[in-house]
């Protein structure tokens, strides 16, 4: 039996961005489920978006989500320094943005192959699976 009383609207798993996120945590630690978000950019995230920290993410509502998605989608837009996001200056288009789930992979695995194509050491330590950062072997 629990001891609180749920919401019939409460979800214990809601969908964002291609991620399954657990609807019992706060909304600034589930975000953190999604791949390329970690605490501080969420608790940012939630901030810009005007939802409260101490909210449980199933009793977040579709507006609500979908602020928390504008946010995430387009953070220059919300005054989040660029600083703060994973990808500054892009080598391909320039741009500052977070990259998110399944991006994250693909911007990584494009950079190593980069490295390697251009036969630097970090590239051939790469390509050798060898250790990369001054580490004993």
């Known amino acids: 039996m629990a001891l609180v009383v749920e919401d ?5 798993i809601l969908r ?3 991620t399954n996120v657990d609807g019992k945590n706060k909304v600034a630690y589930a975000l953190t489920a999604i791949k390329g978000i970690g605490r501080r ?3 940012l995230v ?6 409260p920290l101490s909210k ?3 009793e977040l509502t579709d507006d609500e989500i979908a602020a928390l998605m504008e946010v995430i989608e387009k953070p220059e837009e919300f005054n989040i320094p660029t600083w703060f996001l994973n990808r500054q200056k892009d080598r391909d288009t320039g741009k500052n943005f977070q990259a998110i789930s399944n991006n994250v992979d693909s911007m ?4 190593l192959e980069r490295l390697k194509r251009s036969r630097v050491h ?5 390509h050798w699976n060898l250790r990369v950062r001054g580490q004993h072997t």
């Open 8 to 12: 019939a609207n409460f979800r214990h």
């Open 16 to 18: 964002i961005l291609g």
């Open 41 to 43: 950019f969420s608790y």
């Open 46 to 51: 939630c901030k810009r978006a005007n939802i």
């Open 56 to 58: 449980r993410a199933g």
């Open 108 to 111: 990584l695995r494009i950079d």
């Open 122 to 126: 970090r590239g051939l330590r790469h």
